[in-house]
């Protein structure tokens, strides 16, 4: 299995992603997010580029529901922020929510030309494993923080490949080679390094201390997202 | 000090470089060269852009040599390639030589407005630590290959912030601390590490054994060179 790690949303570009199966992870927070919302039961998840984008999504469709964010702050008029523990199931069930977040549906508006897009957070490792493990190529997006690559986003990169390794033979590049020696040296305490990321301490200091711990379990959920036909819908494994 | 970590030469832009303290990193080779070359008596090293340009260089001063690679291999009319153990003292000393390489020189052009230009390589990684602990900020520029991260790059940035961490108080980006987790990791067996690396595979395909072994040696070298009027000089430590 070739893998091949994009450090950032950035560094997205349509030779690299076209026709091919594609992994984005945003951790903190909206792939954590949208996984969540549906395993609570919404029926789809649309993602949008734009805040204004999201409130005609509204207009247009009185019923759905908006989330999101900027600068990890929910928006005027949004039914929901970004933090996954708002999204519950009495309030998001049958529902259909468009979601714009600052790095993660950049990154995934990015990549609508792939074959496939699947979103991984830690929350489903093990069930975005399962999906992917026959592939013969894989594509994996780091979101990143404003156009930088963030540790959060490459240690769960790097936890996959670990997992991957196990039944398969997997060429790595070295972003994904880096991604997978952070896991591996530092796994048994994952929360140490990631909370020195400036991504984590950003939310810290505006109160999301819930939504880091949430975030950073792994396997807790037993669905994948997956992108058809512009929105997101639950794949349970 | 602040230190900022760049990836790979094409995430180099104006604004993080103009008037700052900019180290450049290309292990495999070109900063080893240069260091090695300097180290040995040479006594300028002028860095070009184009293979064209450093022949256009060595007509219109025929005393000069010219040197660096493409594809790893030297060029036709050059004097050397990029190994720095070509650069033997008395082919060297008092020469002034030209370099070219595929991604080293050309991440080293494109920090001309740069305060400051600092080669950074294993080689010499203590006499650069002494040149910049007392900095406010610093710029790491990764060189990469071929626009992407190259891990022997990397955990050379994260050796450098290792040692001035001893005695500063180093802020790091998420870059800055992914490199120095995969260097605190993998210092007692870095060559295991760099050895999967994609860049080393390819020298090694090429022959360049002894290369990669003289690169990934710590502290051999007491020099820093330093870049002024379009040349680098050594400056001893």
Wanted: net charge neutral; hydrophobic share 35%.
């Amino acid at each position: 299995m070739n893998i091949t790690v994009i450090p950032a949303a950035k560094d997205i570009n349509e030779s690299k992603i076209k026709d091919k199966i594609v992994l984005v992870i945003d951790v903190l927070r909206a792939t954590s997010t949208i996984a969540t919302a549906l395993d609570n039961g919404a029926k789809k998840i649309i993602p949008v580029l734009n805040v204004q984008e999201a409130i005609d999504y509204k207009k247009s469709n009185p019923n759905y529901k908006i989330g999101g964010e900027r600068n990890g702050i929910k928006q005027p008029g949004f039914d929901f922020g970004n933090s996954p523990l708002e999204y519950k199931e009495k309030i998001v069930k049958n529902e259909t929510i468009v979601i714009t977040t600052t790095n993660g549906t950049r990154a995934i508006n990015h990549c609508k030309s792939a074959k496939k897009i699947i979103l991984l957070s830690f929350l489903n490792l093990n069930s975005v494993n399962k999906i992917v493990q026959f592939e013969e190529d894989i594509v994996i997006i780091c979101a990143g923080t404003n156009d930088l690559f963030s540790i959060d986003d490459g240690v769960c990169a790097g936890a996959l490949i670990y997992n991957l390794r196990k039944n398969n033979n997997c060429k790595l590049g070295d972003m994904g080679l880096a991604c997978l020696t952070l896991y591996e040296n530092t796994r048994d305490n994952l929360h140490n390094l990631i909370s020195k990321c400036h991504h984590y301490k950003v939310l810290e200091n505006i109160g999301c201390q819930f939504d880091l711990e949430y975030c950073l379990k792994e396997n807790t959920l037993n669905i994948v997202p997956i992108y058809k036909d512009g929105y997101f819908i639950k794949n349970e494994i």
